[in-house]
């Protein structure tokens, strides 16, 4: 079984930086999508960064581009999310997710693996 396990988040203020990880503490996967949602209080989990498993190939939602970055370290089983510039929009209870193929999905039900979440806070 995959076990996915978030830490990292925390209370940060705007403009600052905060680096995510989660690792794999189950079965090794192979040819996987792994992938970064977040879910704020009263919202829908939305898509925030997908990377397959190679790590030559990786993509963002339009909110995050050119400040989030998304990166895989398969020695160690364990997926990244450098973020950086950060707003209080930003904040919200990370999630990593994996798909045991690739995809090219940014909808949640397209994920089989989830981790319980970390929370990321951001003040003004």
């Known amino acids: 079984q995959v076990q996915l396990v978030e830490s990292g988040g925390g209370l940060v203020q705007a403009g600052g930086s905060l680096r995510l990880s989660c690792a794999n503490s189950?079965?090794?996967?192979?040819?996987?999508?792994m992938a970064w949602f977040r879910q704020a209080p009263g919202k829908e989990r939305e898509f925030v960064a997908r990377?397959?498993?190679?790590?030559?190939?990786?993509d963002y939602a339009d909110s995050v581009k050119g400040r989030f970055t998304i990166a895989i370290d398969n020695a160690k089983k364990t997926l990244y999310l450098q973020m950086n510039s950060l707003k209080p929009e930003d904040s919200a209870l990370y999630y990593c997710?994996?798909?045991?193929?690739?995809?090219?999905?940014?909808?949640?039900?397209?994920?089989?693996?989830w981790g319980q979440g970390t929370q990321v806070t951001v003040s003004s």
């Open positions: 990377i397959f498993w190679s790590g030559d190939w990786a």
């Open positions: 997710a994996a798909n045991p193929a690739f995809t090219s999905s940014t909808m949640v039900a397209e994920y089989k693996y």
């Open positions: 189950g079965r090794t996967l192979s040819s996987h999508t």
